[in-house]
């Protein structure tokens, strides 16, 4: 286990370094399907694997919950209010950790569209509170009922000046060394099926590893190279790792 004293408050989960970081090497280029279906070159899945395995304890890994999430940001200063995230009825969800000490965490939405821009910044979701806390008004909400879900965020969309996050539980997927060793069924993302192709399974521990290391100051950023330079370097790392 890591010594608090060791570890660099800067690059800690929930700063703009370590948002940068894991998004650096879990995203690829966008991409627009023949019938017109955009993909953002992530999936949420990806992230919460990586995290689960960067934050596996004592009484094994953190849980993977799936459901929905909408991001929305009341009418401020004249502009009309907005969301971004899945709405109930819509076929396609989001994942994230439920850790028992942390709660939610929630690292890979970007919440950044060709329309919409947050007012607050967002580096991520750490036990149910919105980081970087800053000086606006946030709320992180957690249901479990689709009707109260959707009537949530009706209710965010009138909160004058606030930002606000609700999570849909759905179900949840256990972490276990089966999944681990092969995951692209779980992930199926166009990213995961370029990872599976480039490198294979192995490619989420190192991630996680490398992260570890980077909190900790033992490993320095990927994000001065390229994406594939730096999955590439962070993936021979793991037979090769720093000292």
Known sequence: MTATSNIDKTRVMGTAAFKKEINHLLHSASFTTSEGEFDPGWDSRDHAL??????????????????????????????????????????????????????IIDVSPTLLTREHR?????????????????????TVQLVDDPIVYTAEIDKALHKQAHSTAVYLHVDETEVTDKLIESPFKFLGSRFSTEIKNRFGADFYPAVARHLHDFVIGKSESMTSLSKIQAWGAVFDARTNPQT
Not at 60 to 67: A, C, F, S, V
Not at 75 to 94: C, L, M, R, T
């Open 50 to 103: 990586v995290m689960a395995l960067m934050l596996k304890g004592a009484d094994g890994y953190p849980k993977i919950t799936n459901g929905k999430v909408m991001f929305i940001q009341g009418p401020v200063a004249g502009n009309a209010a907005f969301s971004i995230g899945q709405p109930e009825d819509y076929k396609i969800g989001h994942s994230w950790l439920l850790h028992a000490k942390f709660g």
């Open 118 to 138: 947050f007012r607050e910044p967002f580096n991520g979701v750490f036990n149910r509170v919105w980081l970087p806390p800053g000086k606006g008004r946030t």
